[in-house]
């Protein structure tokens, strides 16, 4: 039994953080929550730290390889009579090594604390009960040793399958048989530049956070982070396993107990490109009062995978349906909230699933491909327009025309990330975009020429005082507005497109496009990366 527990110890997870004690005696029904840091003795420490460098040592062996190879193959060393030294001078520190990783189980398994983690580690793995799981959540350790509390394979899912969720993809050029396969003969060296671009930096350009490097840097504060939800919202750490095999780190909050009607609504969180939940967006709802589930993107944090728009799209799924069947949310109580490029997930959630309540987009935009061009030189331009639409084709506003259901738009009025100029011109904010195209799908014969050039108008203002000046400048009626798309929505199954203003004078449109311009879009007078305050975080306006 010692021997299996030493094996055990050898070849577990790093222990981070001890939220209390699963000992620990419950006062109201809830543990006392004071962690600590985890205190490793002298020996598991010293041979921990040997084991790290020998870690950062070979990601950059593996990242420099191809420099590295080309090094040594100038100088002759890759030859039969070099390679057998060294073979073995390889085999000696592996060798030494594989000591070293058993030094630090044997001090592990010498200290109680480990001890009695690991022991709780193994037991939930062979029996996954609530109170075992309990039990695990007082630890924050190395999550790919974290068993799995939901998998796609729980519920009867037709919208998943092991070849993933259905996306939204450009449609293809009709060509002749002779044709096509010409075409495709020519373009082939473009497919294989876009597919290592898209592979190599562009994914990482695209999703900084999934950059290992970036992790590590920021792993303190992820921890701190982490630390706080637990410990201070009772948050609970689940692993779910999405539909392409990725495992999804995921943080709920329940407020339905003692937050009262509000607690109710569950808000699902989309962070941006570099986000995670721990230090994210997951705050302004929390602060609301709101149930919250927050997720980290495939490959960030303690979730496996890369980032691509199939992968984000499948955890998407796993989230929303962990939400409906493992914490018992009806769709129509779920909230789905994004920053910047989260609005990706969000709009293929709330399109995928119609019955959700609402989605707030906060700094995001309606297509990639304009951002990508602005920091792209122009001579790149074919390329990159065929590696966004064959491999990170975010199409929010596509995505977004497909949902019924209300929705509020979040611009920042000196976004320096989301606009294609520079943060001073407000109108290169592609969330204006997102707007336009929003307004002229629902309401096409409100967004006239009139309507368009009087909401663009509106869109120019770079404060409230500006944004209050054009508003009241077209003098806009806001009761007249609400009645008149009030006697349009009657006894309608599907709410958009609107045939409202079909038979409408300009000035009744400008006023109209303006009424639901500012009803659908809200300023906040900040940059790109500014936390959104709570009391900024509202319902979107529902007719």
Known sequence: MAVWKLLSCVRGPHLHRIHHSPDQSRLEGRPERRGRNYQPRPLEKHTDSILGWASTLWSLSYYS??????????????????LVPVSQYVATVLVCLLGVACLRGWGRFRNPEYLQFITILDE???????????????????????????????V????????????????????????SILHSVRTLPCHIISYLIAHSFGRRMLYPGSVGILQKAMRHMLQQGQAKLIEEFDGQRNKLVACDGNEIDTMFVDRRRDRGQIGQTLVICCEGNAGFYEVGCMNTPLEGGYSVLGWNHPG?????????????ANAMDAVIQFAVHKLGFELSNIVVYAWSIGGFTATWGVMSYPEIQSVVLDASFDDLLPLALKVMPDSWRPLVQHTVRQYMNLNNAEQLLKYQGPVLLIRRTRDEIITTTGPEDIMSNRGNNLLLKLLQFRYPKIMTDEGIHAVRQWMGASSQIEETSVYSGYEVDDDWCLSVLQSYQADRDVLFPCNVGEDMTPEGRRQLALFLARKYMRNFEATHCTPLPAAEFRSPWRL
């Open 156 to 179: 009867n899912n037709p919208k998943a399958s092991k070849a993933g969720v259905s996306l939204l993809r450009p449609e293809p050029k009709l060509r002749g048989a002779a044709d």
């Open 124 to 154: 939930a793995k062979k029996n996954h009960t609530p109170a075992n799981k309990k039990k695990l959540r007082c630890y924050d350790f190395d999550f790919s040793h974290w068993p799995s509390d939901f998998s796609w394979t729980e």
């Open 300 to 312: 960030f944090g303690g979730s496996t995978g890369v980032p691509f728009p199939q992968n984000e």
């Open 65 to 82: 390889s191809p420099l590295l190879l080309a090094y040594l193959y100038r100088k002759g060393y890759i030859s039969s009579s070099k």
